[in-house]
């Protein structure tokens, strides 16, 4: 069975902090896609990054930043220098086949960026 | 403009009613599905379906129910058996076979039931 693990919960940091968020997954799959969300205090899930677990190479874009690493079955996420704006629930979620399967979601980190 | 819409946005019913949720997608997806949010539970699948007249039940799918009669329609119904039903309602379509290989979602229903 597939499993999402946020072991954060809350996460509270000063503007212009980096912080990280952390998801370990569980699969037996040998292919599969890892996911984040941003769900904003509308409720609206936000789609941030897809990653397949071919591709290890880490991505940024702006201020945010992914680290997958497979030995360790870890998909983190950093935001560099914080901003009040991502203020909101963060997800990390997982699948064999998203485009026709449901996704996994681990349970989600609320972090609160303090100005 | 594509995308999937939810209608409507706040529900409100009284404790033994059924409640349909409405759920229609203009991408052409073959695949939707409907997760349940609850508060510090991440979202949870109720019910999918890959094609129409055909679908699965998820994880939390006692006291739901489903139809897929149209491509683009993915209703969920909250019946009186559900115990719980208040909570955040999302529908997704699903790329299929197709790149990017991902899911869209919808903007969601906050569903209060007292």
């Known amino acids: 069975a597939q499993k999402v693990t946020q072991a954060q919960t809350e996460i509270s940091v000063v503007e212009k902090e980096d912080v990280t968020l952390d998801c370990v997954y569980e699969?037996?799959?040998?292919?599969?896609?890892l996911f984040w969300y941003k769900q904003p205090p509308s409720g609206e899930l936000v789609f941030l990054i897809r990653?397949?677990?071919?591709?290890?190479q880490n991505e940024i874009s702006g201020r945010y930043s992914w680290n997958f690493q497979k030995s360790t079955s870890s998909f983190n996420f950093t935001i560099t220098a914080s901003q009040v704006v991502d203020s909101a629930v963060y997800f990390c979620a997982l699948s064999e086949d998203p485009g026709n399967t449901p996704l996994v979601f681990g349970k989600g980190t609320r972090l609160s960026v303090i100005a | 403009d594509g995308g999937i819409t939810q209608s409507p946005k706040y529900l409100f019913r009284k404790e033994g009613q059924n409640v349909t949720l409405s759920c229609e997608q203009n991408?052409?997806?073959?695949?939707m599905y409907w997760y349940r949010q609850d508060p510090g539970q991440g979202l949870r699948l109720i019910y999918y379906?890959?094609?129409?007249?055909?679908?699965q039940k998820g994880d939390i799918a006692e006291g739901y129910s489903v139809s897929r009669e149209k491509k683009e329609s993915f209703p969920l119904t909250v019946t009186s058996a559900q115990k719980n039903p208040t909570a955040f309602y999302l529908c997704?379509?699903?790329?299929?076979?197709?790149?990017?290989?991902?899911?869209?979602f919808g903007p969601g229903t906050r569903l209060t039931v007292t």
């Open positions: 379906s890959q094609i129409v007249n055909d679908f």
């Open positions: 997704a379509s699903g790329t299929g076979t197709e790149y990017p290989y991902e899911q869209y």
């Open positions: 699969t037996r799959d040998t292919t599969y896609y």
């Open positions: 991408l052409n997806h073959d695949a």
């Open positions: 990653r397949n677990s071919f591709d290890e």
